[in-house]
């Protein structure tokens, strides 16, 4: 039908370092694979986050239509990800979730001054 839709849910864990609980409520995203912007989006859920490392999981919902990225520049990147996927992938797939968070300490707002970037490697072994 010409669509592939590929749906994968990150865990993201959430620390919370300060003596003071903390509240999430918005989560800016973009999601690469081998560098390569794939799709973006942003979570409006509150996450409450225990104070003194406390640590909470925030869900993020990544749905992409494979179809619709696998053009241009990005097309080896996806088909070696679809591989990796399959357990026949030649080389790790090197997934990227860039992030930029706004949360409540003390019922102060405090955007993040940057992005924060996760990586981690996906291979079919």
């Known amino acids: 039908k ?3 839709p590929l749906y994968l849910q990150l865990n993201v864990e959430v620390r919370n370092p300060n003596e003071e609980k903390a509240s999430m409520n918005r989560f800016l995203w973009d999601f690469f ?3 390569k912007l794939i799709t973006s989006g942003k979570v409006t859920k509150d996450l409450r986050v225990e104070p003194n490392g406390g640590i909470s999981v925030l869900p993020i919902e990544v749905g992409v239509d494979l179809f619709e990225v ?11 990800f679809a591989m990796n996927l399959a357990g026949n992938g030649g080389s790790p797939s090197r997934l990227k979730l860039r992030a930029k968070p706004t949360i409540y300490v003390a019922m102060t707002e405090v955007k993040y001054p940057g992005w924060i970037t996760i990586e981690q490697k996906f291979t079919s072994e």
């Open 33 to 35: 694979i081998d560098d």
């Open 70 to 80: 696998l053009s241009g520049e990005s097309a080896d990147a996806i088909i070696n």
């Open 2 to 4: 010409g669509k592939l």
